[in-house]
């Protein structure tokens, strides 16, 4: 490691402050030119636009003049000029004075101010009820998270009636006043993380070390930082062992206080924290990544030496970073990609044929053949197999042809038999490993009671090599072990799923764990038809004499059809447009998930306005559906509802399902009751 070239602590305030007024003065010389060059070209356009006007009224000369012209410009001669109505006039000759004749005027401005009216009566319209005041949503079709913002943006205003607005207490709430301290504009913050990376980058100040550098600044407040960018998740926690010089840590702190004095008291943590988020997004991939060789020579590729594995890897390592498995989504807004993958899977399934080949190239034509070689697979052919064979089961090769579009199903036959993959099956499914671990989980389930009115958020337990005792997060939080966890398969806390099946059983009833514990039935866990059932427009309830299960509406996005309208009690209301029957969902309470602090924030300023759309979640977060949401953000309340509201485990993710309390009518407004405090009630 070289050693750096150490720069006076003064040296390096005085770099700071000139550099920061450099990237200021280029910073607003770039958009002075910007502004330059794009008033330029709307000026340019603006004379085009005026040019074809121009010609447009050469080419339609009689829209040159005005068609209703005023009176004043209408004369009346009393008599001819002398020079006679067929001698042309002229152009040395003076203009005769117009004289006009009242009594002809008069009779001009009334025929005239009588067709203007003709021209400008308008139909008339019958009067319409005035509608309801409408407030400015943005509709979204998932829940995401919102971050708390604790600063005080504006006071706000509750109308000229209001008498009590200087009465609210913000400060209880808002950690900061209006447009606090640590509030930064954005031009602001591009010119200070300008400034920072160039002063580190000068004196050779990695991105590690000033990561390393803000822990043992402010070890608290980072303990939820991660060295590298996301598409590495290695917490900073873990680099505490290695020791830093505090002459480094000195480095960092002066100049972030040099710039945070310029900023006129930012704190010093806040700018750090911003820097690493700028830095992440320059970072180059680290040299373990590093891809050696190139896509040409990668066809000619040994399938099996370690070169193409890391290769493989490193073309799945973005993938397996940004996908949420959960949504099934990349980059997801909800979850984030926090969390390590866990590496349980599932049992391979079964091939769905055995007797029907899937196409001329399929492998059941082959006749029995010795070990022949197989093809030469490029990295992304290897990977898409692997992935598949893990998934679908490395027998099912119809399947895995569908997904590799280059390889017919031969191919992949081959090549699993070159690889003796034919013989093996793996065992190994989600949830347990064996009937007995089932049988063991469903004992301890009737132990766990789950509290539907007081949820715990599930966050998936990671303590390799320890089983979930009491400092396991499911084990505090009193939920089971899910899927996503990293615990052992055979861990005893792991929900085993339901095993609803035969006819008759449609999990919408005590009968079913999954029902009884507030959750809708996985496709990967439970026993039911869950992975078999259709969309809501199936033709029949039952399939091959199996009922089809009926609690999986949720996940499926199952939804009535309805309308919004104006309510029969205040303001708008949400109408079904079909026949419902009881107990059958309606839809999903949809909005921004905020936490609990956040949500007596907004609370207070939603108990002045008397609306509100916060829905609590669980203990740590709530649905404010005011800014974004759905159409079910319009039912109203009732203390004699027609509907009712269910907080549903589904997936690992709490989610608001509503559904009906009687049958329904098409037409029916929907209700249901929200359990406002005796208090709070006055209120609204």
């Keep these: ?13 005085d770099e700071v402050q000139q550099y920061y007024f450099k990237t200021c003065e280029d910073f607003y010389d770039s958009k002075q030119s910007e502004n330059k060059v794009t008033l330029f070209e709307n000026s340019e356009k603006v004379m085009k636009i005026f040019q074809e006007n121009e010609s447009h009224l050469t080419k339609f000369p009689k829209f040159q003049s005005d068609p209703y012209p005023e009176i004043e410009s209408l004369y009346v001669s009393k008599g001819r000029s002398s020079t006679g109505s067929g001698s042309p006039k002229s152009p040395k000759e003076k203009k005769p004075t117009a004289k006009i004749d009242l009594n002809i005027q008069d009779s001009l401005s009334a025929s ?78 591009q010119i200070a993380m300008r ?18 550098s803000l822990v043992k600044i402010d070890p608290k407040q980072s303990e939820g930082i991660t060295t590298s960018s996301r598409m590495g998740r290695s917490s900073v926690t873990a680099n505490r062992a290695i020791e830093i010089d505090d002459h480094d840590v000195e480095i960092v702190e002066v100049v972030a206080n040099a710039l945070a004095k310029i900023l006129k008291g930012k704190e010093i943590t806040m700018l750090l924290h911003k820097y690493l988020e700028y830095a992440r997004k320059f970072e180059p991939p680290s040299s ?49 990609t926090d969390f390590r993958p866990s590496e349980n899977r599932k049992r391979p399934r079964p091939p769905n044929d055995k007797n029907k080949p899937c196409g001329v190239d399929c492998y059941m034509h082959l006749k029995r053949e010795a070990r022949s070689p197989y093809d030469k697979w490029n990295d992304v052919e290897i990977a898409l197999f692997r992935k598949a064979a893990l998934l679908i089961g490395s027998k099912n090769y119809c399947q895995i042809a569908d997904i590799i579009p280059s390889k017919n199903c031969k191919q992949v036959y081959r090549r699993s038999r070159a690889l003796g993959e034919v013989e093996k099956e793996q065992e190994v499914e989600v949830g347990s490993s064996s009937d007995e671990a089932k049988k063991k989980s469903r004992k301890i389930m009737t132990k766990i ?18 089983p ?55 496709p990967d866990l439970c026993g039911c038809t869950a992975s078999e059932c259709n969309t809501s427009h199936s033709v029949s309830e039952t399939d091959m004499g199996r009922s089809l299960c009926k609690n999986v509406a949720i996940q499926r996005r199952q939804a009535k059809h309805t309308i919004v309208g104006i309510s029969t009690v205040a303001g708008w209301g949400l109408f079904v447009r ?24 907004r609370g207070k300023i939603y108990d002045k306005r008397r609306t509100s759309f916060l829905f609590n979640l669980n203990k740590e977060f709530v649905v404010d559906a005011t800014r974004k949401g759905n159409k079910f953000r319009f039912i109203n309340h009732s203390q004699d509802p027609n509907a009712y509201c269910r907080v549903t485990l589904v997936k690992g993710e709490h989610r608001i399902g509503i559904y009906a309390l009687c049958d329904l009518e098409p037409g029916s407004e929907l209700f249901f009751d929200y359990r406002y405090l005796y208090t709070t009630l006055v209120l609204f």
């Excluded at 490691?1 to 305030?13: E, I, Y």
């Excluded at 400034?195 to 390393?212: A, D, I, P, R, Y």
């Excluded at 839809?587 to 924030?601: F, H, K, L, N, P």
């Design 195 to 212: 400034t920072l990376h160039h002063v580190f980058n000068q004196n050779n100040v990695s991105v590690g070390l000033v990561e390393k």
């Design 578 to 601: 079909e026949h419902v029957k009881k107990n059958e969902y309606l839809g999903e309470y949809i909005g921004e998930v905020i936490s609990q602090t956040e949500a007596d924030r």
């Design 1 to 13: 490691m070289s050693k750096r070239h150490v720069k006076p602590l003064s040296v390096l305030r």
């Design 112 to 189: 005239h101010r009588k067709k203007r009216y003709e021209k400008r009566q308008a139909a008339s319209v019958p009067i319409q009820n005035q509608i309801p005041r409408y407030a400015f949503w943005t509709p979204i079709i998932r829940s995401s998270k919102t971050e708390d913002d604790p600063v005080l943006r504006h006071l706000y205003y509750f109308g000229e009636d209001s008498e009590d607005d200087g009465d609210i207490d913000y400060s209880d709430v808002y950690e900061d006043s209006i447009v606090g301290r640590n509030s930064i504009d954005p031009e602001g913050e």
């Design 288 to 336: 373990a990544t590093e891809s050696t060789s190139t896509p040409d020579d990668s066809s000619d590729m040994d399938i099996e030496s370690p070169k193409s594995e890391n290769n493989v890897n490193l073309m799945m390592h973005s993938y397996s970073s940004l996908w949420c498995r959960r949504c099934y989504v990349y980059d997801c807004k909800l979850h984030g």
């Design 468 to 522: 979930c005792d009491f400092n396991c997060p499911c084990k505090k939080g009193n939920v089971p072990c899910e899927k996503y966890c990293h615990c052992d398969l055979d861990c005893p806390r792991r929900f085993p799923g339901c095993n609803c099946y035969g006819f008759g059983k449609t999990c919408s009833n005590r009968g079913c764990i999954c029902f009884t514990n507030y959750r809708e039935c996985d």
């Design 449 to 466: 009671v789950i509290d539907a009115e007081n949820h715990s958020e599930y966050h998936p337990c990671d303590h390799p090599g320890r």
